[in-house]
């Protein structure tokens, strides 16, 4: 199981997020794939925002559902 994740000059601790926030970024040009702009809170109370390609968004996310099974 991948615990960490590096994401755009930041590596983070799976572990350690509380909760991921996200939402769609409406550009003004058109784009060939669709941008989220998410928000990492950890548990020590940091928050960390990055903007991720669709691709890296679905990967993030399939990524964080497998540590919080793991948790169970």
Same mark, same amino acid.
């Given at each position: 199981?991948?615990?960490?994740?590096?994401?755009?000059?930041?590596?983070? =601790?799976?572990?350690?997020?509380?909760?991921?926030?996200?939402?769609?970024?409406?550009?003004?040009?058109?784009?060939?794939?669709?941008?989220?702009?998410?928000?990492?809170?950890?548990?020590?109370?940091?928050?960390?925002?990055?903007?991720?390609?669709?691709?890296?968004?679905? =990967?993030?996310?399939?990524?964080?559902?497998?540590?919080?099974?793991?948790e169970e």
């Amino acid at each position: 199981m991948i615990k960490y994740l590096r994401l755009n000059q930041m590596v983070l =601790d799976f572990t350690e997020v509380e909760c991921i926030e996200w939402k769609r970024v409406d550009e003004e040009f058109s784009s060939d794939t669709e941008q989220y702009s998410l928000r990492f809170h950890l548990r020590s109370g940091k928050c960390f925002t990055r903007q991720v390609q669709q691709t890296q968004f679905k =990967d993030i996310k399939g990524k964080y559902k497998e540590i919080l099974k793991g948790e169970e």
